[in-house]
């Protein structure tokens, strides 16, 4: 028996029997074992930050505000976070280590040669880290962008023929559609003169209407009037990229008890609603009718997302759940709409500031289409637009939707001067640095697309240019919005002469993409019809 038996008793006002001094003795040794095992775990922990910040001074890193706060605030999400950014990379070209308060180190890398080994590295060694995608996981699932190990592989093997050329070429005839519907609203909106538009907002809407014809074969005629389903998914983004600079809102039990919680769960309860009635219904007819006959059905019809992926089984002949394949279509809507529409809104900025360019890519997209009574591309047009594909890749380089994706290795990763990234430290690989890199990119910051001509072909990393990312986790859907935004930005030119609003300035917004923070407004002007 402990000592302090007999005191602990007398104050609790119990009387003093063996029994009860034997059993006040078991519970304080084990309060006290319980302490002593938190108090090791505590040091251990202690002793693994001590012999991980060891390992991380070998990483350059700018002066922190303070001890407590790191580099939180230095860098912030606007026009002036990336020009003090872009001016780092002058001293730091490769890596550098900042810190996010006082306990959490990030590895930023902003080289082709550095991010290699990340990109390279499979999903299971490098899976993407919770802090920075979490907040996505009750609207998204465990869908493609956030699933890891054995699931992510084999969705990944089980997708790979939804974006396959036979299965994208039906499209084509939908991107015409969708974009014949936002230039004809543009030319209302004009009524024969110019007219200020604000590019993500019209873009955004035209991404969002083609993707739900892509995926459910349903029309929402979204572009002329907001459905709950598109209203619910513009709203999700905003909640996510609000809820990231609310560090109180990071804790889920305070989250979903404030009003942008409950907008929130509302929202996705809203898109997880449509999705299932759609899979549910299509997979109801597809074992009422057997998997031929439903075939038979869809000839001279476009084969959507949903239902490749109903008919999509594994090497041990097993189907995605309805819950795999509501993860995979609202990942799909999220990151195909967003990431597009920035990058298509961005490549028309461009072109406007440089009105040689365009005028280029005009005369590029009348040659095609000289001879023929309609506006519409085909899928063999898309090889015939090269310097249209140029101009994109090189506003896809400096302005590139997704600014950074982020790692949380499982193993020690070297680098190729030796360096070592500890396992468990979250690595940021900047797409946005490695494409401003001045040892990557001369004059990286004049927009110039014969950096891509094809027959000029220049030398340099294929890592240095990964607007898609790049190695096993790279962009499935990357073809699908290649084709898009070449569709897009031809038809665009063909039928307005754009111009920037110098009323409006551009000021940039890095958020879940590159947004601007008050949209991109560009001057329209319709242009004759073709003779």
Same mark, same amino acid.
């Given at each position: ?26 519970? /304080? ?21 001590? @012999? ?29 976070? /990336? ?48 802090? $920075? ?31 396959? $050329? ?38 955004? /809407? ?56 409950? *907008? ?46 109903? /008919? ?92 950074? @994706? ?88 063909? *039928? ?27 001057? @329209? ?7």
């Amino acid at each position: 028996m402990l000592p302090i038996t007999d005191h602990l008793l007398c104050l609790l006002g119990l009387e003093k029997t063996m029994f009860r001094r034997y059993a006040v003795s078991v519970i /304080l040794l084990s309060l006290l074992f319980f302490l002593f095992r938190l108090l090791l775990q505590f040091l251990c922990v202690c002793r693994h930050f001590y @012999v991980t910040c060891r390992r991380l001074r070998c990483f350059p890193q700018p002066p922190r505000r303070n001890w407590l706060l790191g580099h939180l605030g230095m860098y912030l999400p606007n026009e002036a976070g /990336l020009r003090d950014e872009t001016k780092l990379l002058n001293d730091m070209r490769h890596a550098l280590l900042i810190w996010m308060g006082p306990v959490l180190p990030l590895v930023v890398l902003v080289h082709p040669d550095y991010i290699k080994p990340l990109l390279g590295a499979s999903a299971a060694i490098a899976p993407k880290d919770d802090l $920075f995608y979490g907040f996505l996981k009750p609207w998204l699932g465990d869908g493609l962008l956030l699933s890891k190990g054995d699931k992510w592989s084999r969705h990944r093997r089980l997708l790979t023929p939804a974006f396959h $050329f036979d299965i994208l070429k039906p499209y084509m005839k939908i991107f015409n559609q969708c974009t014949d519907i936002m230039h004809a609203k543009w030319r209302r909106r004009a009524e024969g003169s110019v007219v200020s538009l604000d590019m993500f907002e019209h873009i955004s /809407l035209m991404t969002l209407d083609g993707l739900q014809k892509c995926v459910f074969s349903y029309n929402s005629n979204c572009q002329e009037k907001m459905s709950d389903y598109i209203s619910a998914i513009i709203e999700l983004s905003a909640l996510v990229v609000r809820r990231q600079y609310r560090v109180h809102h990071h804790l889920d039990f305070i989250y979903y008890l404030t009003a942008d919680g409950r *907008r929130f769960r509302q929202a996705c309860d809203t898109v997880h609603h449509f999705t299932t009635e759609v899979i549910q219904q299509r997979r109801q007819a597809l074992r009422k009718q057997g998997a031929e006959a439903w075939l038979k059905a869809k000839q001279g019809k476009t084969l959507d997302f949903i239902d490749v992926l109903l /008919l999509a089984k594994d090497e041990d002949g097993k189907e995605l759940s309805d819950e795999d394949i509501r993860a995979e279509a609202d990942t799909f809507m999220f990151e195909g709409h967003d990431t597009t529409s920035s990058g298509l809104s961005w490549v028309l900025f461009n072109l406007a500031k440089y009105p040689e360019y365009q005028e280029k890519c005009r005369k590029e997209i009348q040659d095609i289409l000289k001879g023929r009574e309609k506006d519409q591309l085909l899928e063999d047009d898309l090889t015939q637009l090269p310097f249209i594909t140029m101009c994109i890749k090189e506003s896809l380089r400096q302005f590139p939707p997704v600014t950074l @994706v982020s790692r949380r290795c499982t193993e020690d990763v070297k680098l190729p001067d030796g360096r070592i990234i500890p396992k468990g430290v979250i690595c940021l690989v900047s797409i946005y640095g490695t494409h401003h890199n001045p040892l990557v990119w001369p004059d990286y910051k004049v927009y110039n697309p014969y950096r891509f001509d094809p027959e000029n072909p220049q030398q340099r990393s294929p890592l240095a240019y990964v607007p898609f990312s790049a190695g096993p986790r790279n962009c499935i859907g990357q073809s699908f919005a290649m084709a898009e935004m070449r569709v897009v930005v031809a038809l665009t030119l063909l *039928r307005f002469r754009l111009s920037v609003d110098r009323t409006r300035k551009v000021r940039r917004k890095p958020e879940l993409i590159l947004r601007a923070e008050n949209g991109i407004w560009l001057n @329209v002007e319709p242009l004759p019809p073709r003779a």
